[in-house]
């Protein structure tokens, strides 16, 4: 049995444990490949699952400038969402007067 | 019949428009392949000039001119279906305002599909068919 941690791009992102049950040969072919690549059998995997993850289409250079651009953004954690903005207070309060109505 | 006319057209709710320009680390990967449908031209995206002011308000007060250059970016890609007056007003008599308004033009327009996190707030209009849907379940049924 194998334990991977999944973890995505962002440091934020959840991190999601997935059990993995492998027969011997397999486990013995993933030792195998990990030791004539120098790496540990579980980053053997999470680079396996990385690259069936990527996207198959070549990436639009107007995207790729998007994705820059964001990345250029620090990321927001869930919990550094500011609920005092006054967007989101109005946002909630007006739903909330809504209600009461 | 244009190629323009045969691709399915999404609306862009202002929750997944936020996700990218505030790069919410949760959300963002989702929201981005929603907008990656129209930059591969699969999708043509919409949204309302009423759901981008509102992004754009957020997305000063929160992350200044580098989140304006994000909006840029993202509105290149991204059509502006009117409201007509009717659709607002008619979206006052909702709970959510903001929701209905959208809903309604959309409606007005004939674009069923809608990509959001905040797929409970579009429950009233699903019997009228707009489909809301999560970004990634979205991106699934279209890569379908």
Known sequence: MLYLYVMPKYPDSEKKKLTLRLSE???????????????????LVAQFFEAIQAPVEAKNADFQALIDLVDKIPPQGESAFDPEDPYYKWARGQRYESRRL | MSPADSKPRVVVDANVLLDIVLHRSRY???????????????AVLVTTASVAHSVRDVAVRSRGRAALEVLDAVLRQVTFIPE???????????????????????????????????????????????RPMLPAVLVARLSQ
């Open chain 2, 28 to 42: 963002v990967q989702d929201a981005l392949r929603v907008m990656a449908l129209g930059f591969n031209g699969r």
């Open chain 2, 84 to 130: 007509t007056v009717d659709s607002v007003r008619a979206g006052l008599s909702f709970d959510d305002p903001e929701n209905a308004s959208l809903a309604l033009a959309c409606l007005e327009e004939g674009v069923v599909l809608l990509a959001t996190r905040e797929v409970a707030g579009f429950v009233p209009f699903q019997d009228r068919g707009i």
């Open chain 1, 25 to 43: 040969d397999s486990i013995a072919y993933a030792k195998q490949r990990a030791d004539e690549l120098g790496l540990s059998v579980s980053a």
